[in-house]
């Protein structure tokens, strides 16, 4: 953590608010990073080390190979650039004070240097609380809690993406069934060996964000196997008292109403809503869609509340062969 007095002294020098506007930096620390390395640049007959730059270079170097938002490396080197380019701003090595600066460039390092303290200061203070947040957040979902609000930010806060509040009714399409779904306790992101839950909507498959839609008309065309999004098939079929259907999916509601959610910047709002959790208790009913020939047709059943008694005495089983007949025949069915 960043002294008191080095704190305040970069607030009042580069004014971090007026960076951070939309609750990112706008460049990534290893931008910042490689634009010093220009910037900062002068006269080859003029030593950096004499400048006081040696530290600063160093740090600066491992800054431009942080191509990922690993958010403890960015926290540790952003802080120490920061404390590096303090004793720069302020007396230059007081350690060594035989050297001082060169009269080239000097007014051109110092600009290179205020640039580069803003980013490094806003990368610090977002990277340290996301530092502290992640583990939080990644808890929760392996534990099947919901994510507190304030967690999303630690993610989703950046170039890209932006934090809304939530629509009132959002929708999903999914090929699991009700009972499937109970038992794992709702919709959660696949946790893998890295522990990074960057989203990619609008970008193809996610496994670390559950995506929704406030568009009924588009989450029943989902509601359909596709092996980018579900590389798993699943052969379920829907036992009545009047006929056996094929189901190709499962539209489910639900109500995240005054929770925080994550969106695609410039994408028409509500199109696609993601979020890091979404637990049972959030979702309200579901719905099936049967097969009907192709992913064009759309046949619904009628909603069903979701709850523990709709779930356990709803007919679905698993039958691939029957499903395949049903599927030949789908126009008996329907």
């Not at 080197?77 to 050297?99: D, H, I, K, R």
């Not at 809690?145 to 999303?152: E, G, T, V």
């Amino acid at each position: 953590m960043l002294a008191p007095n080095i704190d305040n002294y970069v607030r009042n020098l580069v004014r971090p608010e007026l960076i951070q506007t939309t609750c990112r930096p706008p460049r990534t620390i290893r931008e910042y990073a490689t634009d010093f390395q220009q910037n900062s640049r002068c006269s080859w007959k003029y030593s950096r080390s004499k400048d006081g730059l040696t530290r600063i270079d160093q740090l600066v170097t491992q800054a431009a190979l942080i191509q990922t938002l690993d958010y403890t490396r960015i926290a540790n080197t952003s802080q120490s650039l920061v404390e590096a380019m303090y004793t720069w701003l302020t007396g230059f090595n007081p350690s060594n004070p035989v050297q001082q600066l060169t009269s080239d460039g000097i007014q051109r390092r110092q600009n290179a240097i205020t640039t580069l303290l803003g980013g490094a200061y806003c990368w610090y203070r977002q990277a340290s609380e996301a530092a502290l947040s992640e583990p939080l957040a990644l808890g929760n979902i392996q534990n099947h809690n919901d994510i507190p609000f304030n967690l999303y930010r630690y993610r989703f806060s950046r170039s890209g993406f932006n934090l809304h509040m939530t629509p009132g009714r959002l929708y999903r399409g999914d090929t699991r069934p009700p009972q499937m779904l109970w038992q794992s306790g709702g919709f959660f992101p696949k946790m893998d060996n890295s522990n990074r839950h960057d989203p990619h909507l609008g970008s193809g498959a996610s496994c670390q964000v559950i995506s929704s839609t406030d568009d009924p008309n588009v989450v029943a065309r989902f509601a359909w196997h596709n092996k980018t999004y579900c590389p798993v098939r699943y052969y379920y079929l829907h036992h009545t008292d009047r006929v056996d259907k094929a189901i190709a999916g499962f539209v489910y509601e639900f109500d995240k109403n005054g929770h925080e959610c994550v969106e695609v910047a410039n994408v028409t709002p509500g199109r696609e809503v993601a979020f890091l959790a979404i637990p049972n208790q959030y979702i309200r009913r579901f719905r099936m869609r049967y097969y009907a020939g192709s992913q064009s047709n759309i046949v619904l059943s009628d909603w069903m509340y979701y709850n523990e008694n709709s779930v356990r005495n709803i007919r679905i089983t698993a039958d691939k062969q029957r499903w395949e007949s049903f599927k030949r025949n789908w126009q008996q069915y329907v």
